[in-house]
């Protein structure tokens, strides 16, 4: 089946909305994360030189850009994980560079973060892995909660898998059971790290559906950094591209598409 | 400069004052090892503050501290248990035929438990949990590490500080000293049975003996001294498994700095302890 970004994506007011008290993350109409002057070095290599971004709430920003721009530690700065040299990440109107470890800790539980390689408790089963937000941070009953992960596991098709180990699923299925998991508190920002890398076409497919079906059902702002342009075509409202520390371009995938820039119509043309 | 061009330029780079001398190259190859070292324990002490910041914040991480005793505390037991028992077998054989040349076997029983308590059971303890545990979270943190499990966890708002490493260090501290009693058990029970198999001996006059003069504080404070050896083997592990960088590689290397560097923090906290405890407790 062969998806249209934009066009298969109703707008952001007619997909399904959902009552305020129950999905905590979801702010105004305010910008979900927005991006200014951000500059991340190791050593001597610049990563990102002077990132500007805005993503608004509800909003699919897919970023590409060559294997080491930096896209993924653009995720990491975002939540949180590592500290940019300079510059302002600002999530749901609070600024994350100057936030304690308990404040951050708190906007982290409104955030959800798929790794590229799923990153499961390997110790755990796929409902314990599920529950552990569940646990530490909602006052859910064991039942309650077992019936979130259930629910949870439902909605990406892995409803009889609970009590099975990480080491017994396919990196397709620890995908799945990662997105389930970085659900599980209903943020309001959705970060995903590659979320097809290395997984065959049928499979990517089916993760592309999946994150669209989440997106209608969830209605959060994302950022998904991927290298698979037929997936950010797929799930993605608007696409950056990083270049050399900084957005080259911005805008639809058409919009790339017809663009004149000779690192942009190469990139675009590579894949597609 | 103007450069000859009868000279080679091999020669003109040797002479240069860029050179580095022979002085500076020594001092450079003793600098080295030693700025690395100064830096790791730069790192070690950053990484304990940090752990004791989140010790003191809700929550406390009860239920994780629980399933840590079991893993550290009760699946060492029999292990740290047979130490021991070797060691009193062991000593109590090597220990009689000294005694004996000097007629002074009926001391055997004291000498036993008082090397036992004092010293053996304790170091013993803390180099085989330090064998066991240190290698067992170093690996386990480090593949964590890798697979980016820490950062998942950081990721959901909780603080790996406090929930990984808190409670494995707050474990391994709690845990040492039962440990160690388990071991002095032990070590004096096979003491006993090395000395009926060359003298008949009740194991009640057996104890009766061995603790003849023994006092409270002579058991208290090495029982205790094993609190730092746990705290060192939980604060190490866990640093350097939280710190392995690289593949499979380096969850390796992490597991044998945690056990190389435990066990040698064990030793020499042991010396200074226990000339600690001579001067306070003799």
């Known amino acids: 089946m062969m998806h249209v970004g934009r066009e298969v994506l109703p707008a952001v007011e007619e997909r399904g909305a959902i009552a305020p008290e129950e999905m905590p993350g979801v702010m105004s109409d305010a910008p979900a994360v927005v991006l200014r002057g951000l500059r991340k070095s190791f050593g001597s290599q610049t990563v990102l030189d002077g990132i500007d971004l805005t993503v608004k709430s509800g909003e699919t920003l897919a970023m590409l850009g060559r294997s080491g721009t930096g896209k993924s530690v653009l995720l990491k700065l975002i939540i949180g994980l590592q500290k940019p040299d300079s510059g302002s990440i600002c999530v749901q109107e609070q600024e994350v560079t100057h936030l304690e470890l308990d404040a951050m800790n708190e906007l982290r539980k409104r955030m959800g973060f798929l790794f590229q390689h799923a990153a499961l408790y390997d110790s755990l089963t796929v409902e314990q892995n599920i529950a552990f937000p569940l646990k530490r941070h909602t006052k859910m009953t064991e039942g309650e909660r077992s019936d979130r992960v259930k629910e949870l596991l439902a909605s990406v098709g892995m409803e009889g898998d609970l009590k099975k180990m990480p080491s017994d699923l396919s990196g397709g299925m620890q995908k799945r059971v990662g997105l389930a998991r970085a659900l599980a508190l209903k943020p309001g920002v959705l970060l995903l790290d590659e979320p097809t890398a290395g997984l065959d076409p049928i499979t990517s497919g089916e993760i592309n559906d999946l994150i669209l079906k989440v997106q209608e059902e969830h209605d959060m702002a994302s950022i998904v950094v991927t290298h698979d342009l037929h997936s950010a075509k797929t799930i993605a409202d608007r696409i950056a591209l990083l270049h050399e520390g900084n957005v080259l371009i911005e805008g639809t995938f058409k919009e790339l598409e017809q663009s004149d820039n000779k690192f942009v119509s190469e990139f675009m043309k590579r894949d597609s | ?282």
């Open chain 2, 1 to 282: 400069m103007s450069h000859n061009p009868s000279i080679p330029h091999r020669l003109i780079s040797q002479d240069s004052p860029e050179a580095p001398s022979l002085v500076q190259a020594i001092l450079a190859s003793v600098w080295s090892p030693v700025n690395g070292f100064l830096e790791w324990f730069g790192e070690l002490g950053l990484f304990a503050w940090q752990v004791l910041r989140a010790a003191i914040r809700r929550p406390f991480e009860g239920r994780e501290l629980i399933r840590q005793f079991d893993e550290i505390g009760s699946k060492s037991l029999p292990l740290v248990a047979l130490a021991g028992a070797a060691i009193g077998f062991v000593l109590a054989l090597e220990s009689r035929s000294s005694l004996v040349r000097f007629g002074a076997q009926s001391m055997l029983p004291a000498a036993l438990v008082y090397s036992i308590i004092h010293e053996t059971g304790p170091i013993v303890t803390g180099l085989v949990v330090s064998g066991r545990v240190g290698a067992g979270i170093g690996a386990e943190l480090g593949s964590m590490k890798v697979t980016e499990q820490i950062d998942a966890i950081e990721a959901s708002g909780v603080n790996p500080y406090k929930f990984l490493a808190f409670t494995r260090i707050m474990a391994c501290a709690l845990v040492l000293p039962l440990l160690t009693l388990a071991a002095d058990f032990c070590g004096v029970l096979f003491g006993w049975i090395a000395e009926i198999l060359a003298e008949p001996i009740s194991f009640h006059r057996f104890i009766n003996q061995g603790f003849v003069g023994a006092s409270f504080s002579d058991f208290l404070a090495p029982t205790f001294r094993t609190v730092v050896f746990g705290l060192i083997i939980g604060m190490i592990g866990c640093f350097q498994g939280m710190r392995t960088k690289g593949g499979t590689a380096g969850v390796g290397l992490s597991a044998t700095s945690s056990v190389v560097l435990s066990s040698l923090f064990v030793i020499l906290a042991d010396v200074i302890l226990v000339k600690i405890i001579l001067v306070f407790f003799s």
